[in-house]
């Protein structure tokens, strides 16, 4: 196995992600995580219910994970390619869904939520994530160019309609919307705050910069030059190594039940 995956695994986990759902599950639950991605988060949820299954419209997402699960013989998970906009199973199939970091990437983030509803058991329960550009707060060197680092991937994520950074602090009224009849938003700090957290966060950026869907969309929409890019991967470069350096992100959650 991958240790790319096994890293992943520890750095995306259910504990820190998944954890405002956790007091709501039993252990003979089933469980959807839709918009699962490298399944590193459902590998946690499937350690504390009868069973769960991943689903993502990227089959090349799943290869990992459904290779470790098999390799650890974990035989509570499965991974399908699907869309939460037509999920491929009867309606009150699941006791609970997890949908993370995934819900302000949609086009059309209410029709995913109605069609999440429509698979939970009547009192069934929803826990939906999504960052939070709103709640970014950074200390250190070179603040203007870090701070423009942002700027940048903001408006690449609208103008490509790749995600919504701002759909945290609408989860409430958009599950309310959706049908779920009660509805509790919350929100969790994220803090990169030790020199190791520090580090490893700001040379991420630093690669960020150098992310080729990132660096084309930003020079496409002239939002920044080769040069800029440069100057920004740099800047993170020294801003990893800095005894100034904090960084830490809101992530806005919030849980729905559907109806009994
Ligand atoms: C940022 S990743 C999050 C992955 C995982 N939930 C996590 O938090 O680690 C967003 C995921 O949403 C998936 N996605 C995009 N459109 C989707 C759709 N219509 N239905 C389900 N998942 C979708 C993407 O393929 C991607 O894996």
């Not at 998944?18 to 988060?41: E, K, Q, R, S, Y």
């Not at 946690?44 to 993502?56: F, K, P, S």
Request: hydrophobic letters at 40%.
């Amino acid at each position: 196995m991958s240790t790319a995956f096994e890293a992943a695994l520890k750095v995306r986990n259910a504990a820190d992600y998944a954890d405002f759902l956790f007091p709501h599950l039993h252990d003979d639950f089933h469980v959807l995580d839709v918009g699962c991605g490298g399944g590193t988060i459902t590998l946690g949820l499937a350690e504390r219910v009868a069973h769960v299954i991943g689903v993502d419209p990227s089959e090349g997402e799943l290869a990992d994970v459904r290779r470790y699960a098999a390799e650890h013989q974990i035989e509570n998970v499965e991974f399908r390619v699907g869309s939460v906009y037509g999920l491929d199973f009867p309606s009150g199939n699941f006791d609970a869904c997890l949908c993370h970091s995934t819900i302000e990437t949609l086009s059309r983030p209410l029709d995913g939520l109605i069609e999440i509803q429509r698979i939970l058991k009547p009192g069934g329960v929803l826990g939906v994530a999504c960052v939070e550009y709103g709640g970014l707060i950074l200390a250190g060197p070179n603040d203007e160019v870090i701070r423009r680092f942002y700027a940048v991937r903001e408006r690449v994520w609208q103008l490509e309609n790749a995600a919504d950074p701002y759909l945290g602090r609408r989860l409430r009224g958009l599950l309310k919307r959706a049908g779920f009849e009660r509805v509790i938003a919350t929100a969790k700090y994220f803090s990169y705050g030790s020199s190791e957290d520090v580090q490893s966060f700001g040379l991420a950026r630093a690669e960020d910069c150098r992310d080729p869907w990132y660096a084309s969309s930003a020079k496409k929409h002239g939002l920044a030059t080769a040069q800029d890019l440069d100057a920004m991967s740099e800047a993170w470069v020294e801003w990893s190594s800095s005894p100034e350096a904090y960084a830490a992100f809101a992530w806005c959650r919030a849980l729905g039940w559907k109806q009994l």
